[in-house]
């Protein structure tokens, strides 16, 4: 079971990226819980966006409202998070996760997730 995420890079203050995580061997994909997470320099790992189930229903961190969305094609088993007006606070290692169990009071917590990609880079230049 791999979660496979690509697409980060460099990227000026008000840019765009899109990055996303691609499951393999993962048959419970879509029902699964997806999540996206990030890591600075120095810092913990903090919950940017989630999906709960395919429920249609999408939560985000306060820092990235209305700024990310968190999307999910469950069958190519792929998940992305499209980042508008990018800031360099944003800069981080991005990561995305996927759990069968979590429960929405726990979506934010690292600890909720089974699967978990390798990472990838976000900069936001200033």
């Known amino acids: 079971v791999q979660l496979q995420a690509s697409g980060g890079g460099l990227v000026q203050t008000g840019g765009s990226l899109r990055v996303s995580c691609a499951a393999t061997?993962?048959?419970?994909?879509?029902?699964?819980?997806v999540a996206w997470f990030r890591q600075a320099p120095g810092k913990e790992r903090e919950f940017v966006a989630a999906d709960f189930r395919s429920y249609g229903r999408r939560y985000y961190a306060d820092s990235v409202k209305g700024r990310f969305t968190i999307s999910r094609d469950n069958a190519r088993s792929m998940m992305s998070l499209q980042m508008n007006s990018l800031k360099p606070e944003d800069t981080a290692v991005y990561y995305c996760?996927?759990?069968?169990?979590?429960?929405?009071?726990?979506?934010?917590?690292?600890?909720?997730?089974?699967?978990w990609g390798q990472g990838t880079q976000v900069t936001v230049s200033s």
């Open positions: 061997g993962r048959q419970s994909f879509a029902t699964d819980t």
């Open positions: 996760a996927a759990s069968r169990t979590v429960i929405m009071s726990s979506m934010t917590l690292v600890s909720s997730y089974d699967a």
